[in-house]
């Protein structure tokens, strides 16, 4: 995963700060690959509690503003059925370390 431990702690803490304590945070997409090079910062969080846009955006401004870097965020909640967008990102993803 082409991320640091320092990015990873970064990520987390953010994260939690919109979406609370208990979140899962997964990284998919280009991210994972350690062959590739660039790219965006894919991130799948799972909670108990629905994120509305709003709260999601938020969480990529802070992400973009802190790290420098491109994110794409999706947000789900744990008992609602995937899209199947979603369903391959999830197959795909590895948790935040």
Same mark, same amino acid.
């Given at each position: 995963?082409?991320?640091?431990?320092?990015?990873?702690?970064?990520?987390?803490?953010?994260?939690?700060?919109?979406?609370?304590?208990?979140?899962?945070?997964?990284?998919?997409?280009?991210?994972?690959?350690?062959?590739?090079?660039?790219?965006?910062? +894919? @991130?799948?969080?799972?909670? !108990?509690?629905?994120?509305?846009?709003?709260? #999601?955006?938020?969480?990529? /401004? *802070?992400?973009?503003? +802190? @790290?420098?870097?491109?994110? !794409?965020?999706?947000?789900?909640?744990?008992? #609602?059925?995937?899209?199947? /967008? *979603?369903?391959?990102?999830?197959?795909?993803?590895?948790?935040?370390?």
């Amino acid at each position: 995963m082409r991320l640091t431990e320092q990015q990873c702690a970064k990520i987390r803490s953010i994260v939690e700060l919109f979406a609370g304590k208990g979140t899962s945070i997964f990284v998919f997409g280009s991210r994972i690959d350690n062959a590739r090079r660039g790219g965006d910062v +894919d @991130l799948l969080i799972e909670t !108990d509690c629905r994120l509305d846009l709003l709260r #999601t955006s938020r969480i990529r /401004f *802070q992400l973009e503003e +802190d @790290l420098h870097l491109p994110f !794409d965020v999706i947000a789900v909640t744990r008992e #609602t059925e995937l899209t199947p /967008f *979603q369903t391959i990102a999830r197959s795909s993803a590895y948790p935040l370390p």
